[in-house]
């Protein structure tokens, strides 16, 4: 009795075991590998959604993943500003005018009835968009003096991948490496193709010219408008001619100050105010006794 009611536990534990594998295989297949699909920016791209094939009781959704779900294919229709711009290729989503608002992680999900259950399977797709660069925005001062430290700067923020950047000179693209350039040019620049600056540690004449800035990445490229540097020496001479005039002047204002000490200006103008103040206290000494007299009476 004890035997069989031990097989009997067998059996069902080897049910039970049986029924969940059974509900593992059918109810949700395990995620396929990701798909990433690249696209430029305002051609077109398609998501393919890789199921079987599409069956009449099939049903189908896509989805774009983030920080809230949103529906791109739902009841057999295509949602938000995908209506205009997109159609539906069996299971795979055909967008005609690619924006880098599409960028990022989207979802299939197909559901359909089958002989052991209802099957669903999802397929995740990657869409990167490729955007080309904008103007870049350049920074290069209008004059500066010979042998100070000069930077000029230039910037793309809307390049994906990534720019990198190229400096000219009057139109004639400026080495990464000065060394390997002309001799009439200054060598001491430093030139960042990552970041977009073009540094002159020690400026000189020879650097004077209209500087222009190009962006570019696998999509195209962009230049700024050229701006002109004016480099100048130091104006040694008429610093010197300044420093001497000014030196004058005070040294005239202190000749001039002894001068009127020495004639006794200064002590003359001290007993006249002193006389006045002496005289004003006199009058208002007077008044005030008429006053009061005046108040007696």
Avoid at 102 to 122: F, I, M, T
């Amino acid at each position: 009795m004890a035997r069989s009611r031990h097989r009997l536990l067998l059996l069902l534990l080897r049910y039970l075991v049986v029924a969940l594998g059974y509900h593992k295989a059918y109810g949700l297949s395990a995620p396929k590998n990701q798909q990433v699909v690249t696209a430029i920016e305002y051609q077109e791209a398609i998501l393919a959604c890789k199921t079987p094939k599409k069956t009449v009781a099939s049903r189908l959704e896509w989805k774009k993943l983030g920080e809230s779900v949103s529906f791109v294919y739902y009841q057999q229709t295509l949602q938000g500003n995908f209506k205009n711009r997109a159609e539906m290729i069996d299971f795979s989503i055909r967008i005609k005018n690619v924006t880098r608002s599409d960028a990022g992680k989207y979802r299939c999900e197909v559901s359909a009835p089958s002989e052991k259950g209802q099957n669903l399977e999802e397929d995740t797709v990657t869409l990167e968009v490729l955007v080309a660069p904008a103007v870049p925005s350049c920074e290069v001062p209008s004059s500066a003096l010979t042998g100070t430290v000069v930077e000029l700067r230039c910037q793309d923020k809307e390049g994906n991948p990534a720019a990198e950047y190229t400096w000219f000179k009057d139109g004639i693209r400026l080495l990464e490496n000065p060394r390997l350039g002309s001799q009439s040019t200054n060598s001491s620049y430093t030139m960042n193709t990552k970041t977009g600056t073009l540094q002159f540690n020690t400026v000189s004449k020879l650097d004077t010219g209209e500087y222009s800035c190009e962006a570019r990445n696998s999509v195209g490229y962009r230049r700024c408008p050229g701006k002109r540097m004016q480099v100048d020496d130091l104006n040694v001479s008429g610093i010197i001619a300044a420093v001497v005039v000014v030196v004058l002047v005070i040294s005239v204002c202190g000749l001039g100050v002894c001068y009127a000490q020495r004639k006794g200006y200064f002590s003359k103008e001290a007993s006249f105010q002193k006389s006045n103040s002496s005289s004003k206290a006199t009058t208002m000494s007077e008044n005030d006794f008429k006053h009061t007299k005046s108040f007696i009476i």
